[in-house]
Structures are given as structure tokens and as C-alpha cells.
């Protein structure tokens, strides 16, 4: 007879080459379809920005390798932006499991429950694009041990075993931040720092460049500044609200911009934030504080301060002088707008809620308050009677 054990081993067998059918399955049909980055597909709607004039060479994609710390919300929508859009290599942090709370957003599903989310991210985004390279690792990043970890990754894992080409910070917690703000600050990488709010409202993405731009620390966020922990605002029974609508909102501007910087095309934002309730986009530029804590930082501002800037060429402006300058025939041009009286000139159908003063009325006014027989008593009483 067969045991238990046995049929359990078969059935997790069958499992497994199902699992490999499938992924073998998917891949012919990708090889059959031809991948979307490949000028060789006329129907290629990602090779169509090329054909437009949009984008030099968008098969570029390929060579990059780009890091998205943080899988919740944000950063699964933005893997799976980039997985679609075919990068070449795509590098995943976080140490979260994958739970039914995270339904609600655009990724996970409910059978993944109980891995962890950047296990179960792969296995999604490999279905969908094989052609791409995914890293995973499930850890701390604010350990000090892990940190390490996680700077050695961030070096070493571009396609040319170098520097990854961007880094995208998709974490929900300051600690996080300041620890990838640390990374980049000190090995010189470029970054994006993304969030939403507390109230799944609002959410913005920040362009760093460490150096030329204000890095996180620059300007800190109150909580920071003040010391707090940010762990003590944790409030009993309330957990962060979460709108997948939102939380999409925020990747795409990512994205965006993700494919802007390493494709080069359009102009990278190095703010932009989105109210959601008055459909409010705040664009601003942050310059970096010499004052900064961060030391790398100052360091980074001090060699871009070396770098050579490149100039930009100004035309020397004639002066103007009169066009015509004896203006024989007497041709002077009038403000249509006001009649030869002085009055304003308004569209049919359109009054003039009160008319202005002309210029020698308030000298009128002036003149006949100052001719008046009243004297200064009578004037005192009259204020006080206002």
C-alpha cells in the first residue's frame, strides 16, 4: 500500500512539473509573440515611441538594472510597470509577508498569503516577463548587518556587475528612508523617494541626485527633526488606509519618470506631489542644504560644486530704436477699449459692476474736501458719529 507520506511526495511532484509546464508554456508563447522591445514586431506598441520621435532607441531598456526597495503598495505596481515595459534586470527588497489585508491593491493575489512578498512578487512578474533578470532579497535593510548586505547589492548588481542604474525607494516608514538616503549618499547613486499618505489621499515622488539635489535629510520631515519615534505614533486599533487607486496613481508618476531619466527623453520632475481630493499636482525644485547632517551629503555637494557646468551661450541684443521714427503721416495706435470719452468699452451682454475714478476726479474730490467752510470740531463730531 502506499502511505501517506508517498502520496504526498507524488502529489508535490505533479505540482512541481505543472508549475514548470506552465512557465515552459509561457515562454513559447512570449517567443512566439516576439518580446515587446524588439523592433522587429511592427506592432510593437513600446517600439511605436521610437517610430514617433519620442524616444531614441527604446531598446535600451534592456541594458538597465533597477532596484525597487519596498514591494507594498507602491513598489508591486511599480515592478510590474517595469517588468512590462521589459528593464533588464529588476532587484527587489523588503521582508514583509504577503497578507490578506494586501488584497486590496493591484498585485497580489489570495493564494500567495503567507509568502513573502517579494517571493511571491518574482513568481508573479516572471510570469508575465521571463526576458526579465529578478533579484530577490527579504530582509531588514535598517540592520546593521543587513545594511551592509544591502550596499553590496546595490554595487554589484548592474548588468556589468556595477552600480545598479537607479534606485526607487517605495517604503511606508522614515527609518527606511533615511537608510537608503544613507546608501546612495555614501556610493553616490542616483534615486527616487516615493510615498502616499497616512489617509491614502496624497503621495508625491522626489528626484535625488546626491549632490545636486536635496537628499532626504536635507530637509527632514518634522518627526524627524523633533526626535520622535516614529513608532510611538502607532495608534491602537488604526492601521494606515490604502487605495489602490492612489497607490497606482504614484507608481505611474514613477515609472514615468523611472523611463524619462534612463532613456532620456522629456524632463525628469525632481518633485511632484498629488492631492487627491482637490486634484491638487505641486511641482517644486528642492536645492540641497550645506548644512546638511548627512556627511556624504556635504561631500557630494562639494564635488558637484567642481564639476564643470555647461554654458550657455547668450545672444547679444541690439538695441531697439523707434521703428519709425519721423512718423510723417501722424499714425499713433489707441486702446480700442476705451472710448473718447474715457469710458471703458465692454463686449455686448456685458455690464461693469461700478466704473473706476478718471485720474483728475480724486484731485476734484481732494480740492472741494479741503475748500469746505466746516470747521475742525464739526469734523471731529462727524467721525464720531461713523
Known amino acids: 500500500m502506499t502511505t501517506v507520506q508517498e502520496l504526498q511526495a507524488k502529489i508535490k511532484d505533479l505540482e512541481a512539473q505543472l508549475a514548470s509546464f506552465k512557465q515552459k508554456n509561457v515562454r513559447e508563447k512570449i517567443k512566439v509573440m516576439s518580446p515587446e522591445v524588439v523592433d522587429s514586431n511592427p506592432y510593437s506598441r513600446l517600439m511605436a515611441l521610437k517610430r514617433m520621435g519620442i524616444v531614441n532607441n527604446y531598446e535600451r531598456i534592456r541594458d538597465f538594472a533597477v532596484a525597487v526597495v519596498g514591494v507594498g503598495g507602491v513598489g508591486s505596481v511599480t515592478a510590474e510597470m517595469l517588468t512590462r515595459c521589459g528593464i533588464g534586470r529588476l532587484i527587489l527588497f523588503d521582508y514583509d509577508k504577503v497578507e490578506l489585508a494586501n488584497m486590496n491593491r493591484l498585485f497580489f493575489q489570495p493564494h500567495q498569503s503567507g509568502l513573502s512578498k517579494v517571493e511571491a512578487a518574482a513568481e508573479t512578474l516572471r510570469s508575465i516577463n521571463p526576458d526579465v533578470d529578478i533579484h530577490t532579497y527579504n530582509y531588514n535593510i535598517t540592520t546593521v548587518d543587513n545594511f551592509n548586505n544591502f ?45 502616499v499618505s497616512e489617509n491614502a489621499v496624497s503621495g508625491h515622488i522626489q528626484f535625488i541626485i546626491p549632490g545636486a539635489t536635496a537628499c532626504f535629510a536635507c530637509a527632514p520631515p518634522l518627526i524627524v527633526a523633533s526626535n520622535i519615534d516614529e513608532k510611538t505614533l502607532k495608534r491602537d486599533g488604526v492601521c494606515a488606509a490604502s487605495l489602490p487607486t492612489t497607490m497606482g496613481i504614484v507608481a505611474g508618476f514613477l515609472v514615468q519618470n523611472t523611463l524619462k531619466y534612463l532613456l ?13 481630493l482637490n486634484d491638487f499636482f505641486p511641482s517644486m525644485i528642492l536645492k540641497p542644504n550645506s548644512n546638511c547632517e548627512d556627511s556624504n551629503c556635504r561631500l557630494r555637494q562639494k564635488e558637484f560644486a567642481l564639476k564643470p557646468k555647461p554654458e550657455i551661450a547668450v545672444e547679444a541684443k541690439e538695441e531697439e530704436a523707434p521703428l519709425h521714427e519721423d512718423n510723417e503721416w501722424g499714425i499713433s ?43 475742525l470740531d464739526e469734523l471731529m463730531a462727524q467721525m464720531k458719529s461713523i
Open 333 to 375: 495706435l489707441v486702446d480700442e477699449s476705451v472710448d473718447d470719452n474715457g469710458a471703458v468699452q465692454v463686449t455686448e451682454g456685458v455690464t461693469l459692476a461700478y466704473s473706476l475714478p478718471g485720474p483728475d476726479t480724486a484731485v476734484e474730490e481732494c480740492q472741494e474736501a479741503t475748500t469746505t467752510d466746516v470747521s
Open 264 to 276: 532620456q527623453f522629456g524632463q525628469v520632475t525632481n518633485y511632484l506631489g498629488y492631492n487627491a
Open 151 to 195: 550596499t553590496k547589492a546595490l554595487t554589484t548588481s548592474s548588468l556589468t556587475d556595477g552600480s545598479v542604474d537607479l534606485v526607487l525607494s517605495c517604503v511606508d516608514n522614515f527609518e527606511a528612508r533615511f537608510a537608503i538616503n544613507t546608501a546612495c549618499n555614501e556610493f553616490n547613486l542616483t534615486w527616487f523617494e516615493s510615498g
